[in-house]
């Protein structure tokens, strides 16, 4: 039997920490094999967390540290100040080879930076990317990256991004074969700029048993359509953020719609078990956990507001990424990536 993994958790990042963190590590601890956990923090204030958890005992150990990585601390800052942070030591955990993936739910930029750092990239990766799972209307979601590491990226950096993404789609949600699609203003070969046009020929032509199905459009996103959407952090982190604030603006307009009068309060009864199930179907809190994919070592950001459940998602996703080795799989697929390109260097006289 394959030994249980041990998961670096950044205590201290988040909204909520470090109450989340040991209250997430609780809900996802049952589910996960005998994981162990290394909490990276203020050990006088996670021990007492703990002692109120007795299913974690011998589980868990506390590495004390009383740096933490403010929210809004640029990366550059924190890593002059914070190389003793929670955050940083987490990292080096997985650096070092004592856990296989550290999670975290603080800063997104410092997170990015002190994996940078510690861990550099994957042997052919440009650039990392923050990749996740979007719900759909149909399918079990969609992967979606970049969401913000990168506001600029050439044609090969996509194909890239799709290579990546279609490995963690495999991983997280089963798919033998994702299909991939390029964000762009329309869905016709002639739409778009020359980067995205270029990617999508490089996509067409790699021998890869990547189904990629041309492009998709804003509103395809969310279709199911596709299992795997790949562009730019710019455009990415966009449509995340609007995704999310037309989510909020929905369920603030329902809100209104039904409790507006008796009439409506005694319909809104009446629909609450179809609104339920919709609801536990798009909570935010089943889809979190971002990979920073490309690191040399897994990375899992779990937003910042999240609750205790929305944290032992993320936890869980470092622990499948991990299990299932995403890294050797992205590795072995850019060598085929590589070694199609020189074959076709060759045949064309290059």
């Known amino acids: ?68 990585v403010a929210g809004d601390e640029k990366p550059s ?46 042997p052919g990766i440009r650039r990392p990317a923050i990749c996740t799972i979007l719900p759909t209307i149909a399918g079990d979601g969609v992967t979606m990256l970049d969401l913000g590491a990168n506001v600029e990226c050439d044609a090969e950096t996509l194909v890239q991004f799709a290579v990546m993404g279609e490995a963690f789609a495999r991983t997280l949600l089963g798919i033998a074969r994702p299909t991939v699609g390029l964000l762009n203003v329309g869905s016709e070969e002639v739409k778009g700029h020359d980067t995205v046009r270029l990617a999508a020929q490089l996509l067409r032509e790699t021998t890869l ?15 199911g359509d596709f299992d795997v959407v790949v562009t730019d952090g710019f455009t990415g982190n966009i449509a995340l953020k609007t995704a999310e604030g037309t989510a909020k603006l929905i369920g603030a307009k329902m809100k209104q719609a039904f409790s507006r009068d008796l009439w409506s309060k005694l319909t809104y009864l009446v629909a ?11 909570d935010p809190r089943r889809f979190n ?29 470092a622990h499948r990424l991990a299990a299932a080795d995403i890294d050797q799989r992205i590795t072995q697929d850019l060598k085929e990536v590589a070694a ?3 074959g076709a260097a060759r045949d064309n006289g290059a």
């Open 1 to 68: 039997m394959a030994s249980a993994l041990t998961l670096a958790l950044d205590a201290m990042g988040g909204d909520y920490a470090p109450g989340m963190v040991v209250e997430g590590v609780a809900v996802a601890a049952p589910r996960l094999n005998g994981a162990r956990f290394l909490l990276f923090g203020d050990k006088a204030r996670i021990e007492p967390l703990l002692a109120a958890q007795p299913a974690l005992a011998g589980r868990c150990e506390i590495i004390h540290t009383e740096v933490v």
């Open 77 to 122: 800052q924190a890593l002059r100040k914070g190389r003793g942070s929670s955050m940083a030591l987490a990292i080096e955990a997985v650096k070092e080879g004592r856990a296989a993936g550290a999670v975290s739910a603080g800063n997104t930029g410092a997170l990015m930076a002190f994996g940078m750092m510690a861990l550099r990239t994957l």
């Open 209 to 223: 048993p990547i189904q990629f199905k041309g492009f998709v459009e804003g509103d395809g996103i969310s279709s």
């Open 272 to 282: 609450k078990p179809a609104l339920d199930r919709a609801r536990e179907r798009f």
């Open 289 to 317: 956990g971002a990979m920073l994919v490309g690191l040399n070592g897994i990375v899992i950001k779990s937003h910042g507001g999240m609750d205790a459940l929305g944290f032992a998602n993320a936890v869980e996703v």
């Open 340 to 342: 199609a390109s020189t």
